[in-house]
């Protein structure tokens, strides 16, 4: 089984593009999470353990 094709590849890939959203305004880029940083901390949590699923899977379909 590939990573890609894996089932938590894509909540994976979306949590931790949610932990580093940016936006631009006057002041340049800035992080979307500025005034509430455990919404990153969660998405980052939630993200880690997505990635260790899917490596864990991944592992799993090769040795069988």
Avoid: N
Avoid at 41 to 49: F, T, W
């Amino acid at each position: 089984m590939s990573v890609v094709r894996s089932r938590y590849f894509v909540p994976a890939v979306l949590f931790l593009g949610l932990a580093v959203s940016i936006r631009f305004d006057d002041a340049g880029a800035v992080c979307l999470w500025v005034g509430q940083p455990w919404v990153a901390v969660i998405a980052l949590v939630c993200s880690a353990a997505f990635w260790i699923l899917l490596l864990r899977d991944v592992r799993r379909h090769r040795t069988t």
